[in-house]
């Protein structure tokens, strides 16, 4: 499986951006399993940011993302988006989409099986 983040960029605080997550066919059918979001800024650890499952009937958020951030999937196009709103300095970090193990999701990295490049979000103050 390969995924491929897309729309990072320069966004001032308080804007807004939308990351998307493709995910490649190969023989693995996107739309059975999970996806989640994780993000790593400069000299800190990997963290959770949300994840979906595999219907979008469930879905988690970090406590410092939850009201300001949005996770969605179309199963159809193959994609996991991430809608990013009210952003501040601190959310500047990579963005890493994942796949999960599993048509459930949780919060810890090893839940999921692959992982897509990475794509910079840098919020400007």
């Known amino acids: 499986v390969q995924l491929q983040a897309f729309g990072g960029g320069l966004v001032q605080a308080g804007g807004s951006t939308r990351l998307s997550c493709l995910a490649s066919a190969s023989g693995r059918t996107f739309s059975s399993y999970g996806m989640g979001w994780f993000r790593q800024a400069p000299g800190k650890e990997r963290e959770f940011v949300a994840a979906?499952?595999?219907?979008?009937?469930?879905?988690l958020y970090a406590d410092s993302v939850k009201g300001r951030f949005t996770i969605s999937r179309d199963n159809a196009k193959n994609t996991a988006y991430l809608q990013m709103s009210s952003l501040k300095p601190v959310d500047t970090s990579v963005y890493y989409c994942a796949e999960s193990h599993y048509a459930a999701v949780g919060r810890t990295a090893t839940g999921y099986a692959y992982w897509g490049q990475g794509t910079l979000v840098t919020v400007s103050s």
């Open positions: 979906i499952s595999w219907s979008g009937g469930d879905i």
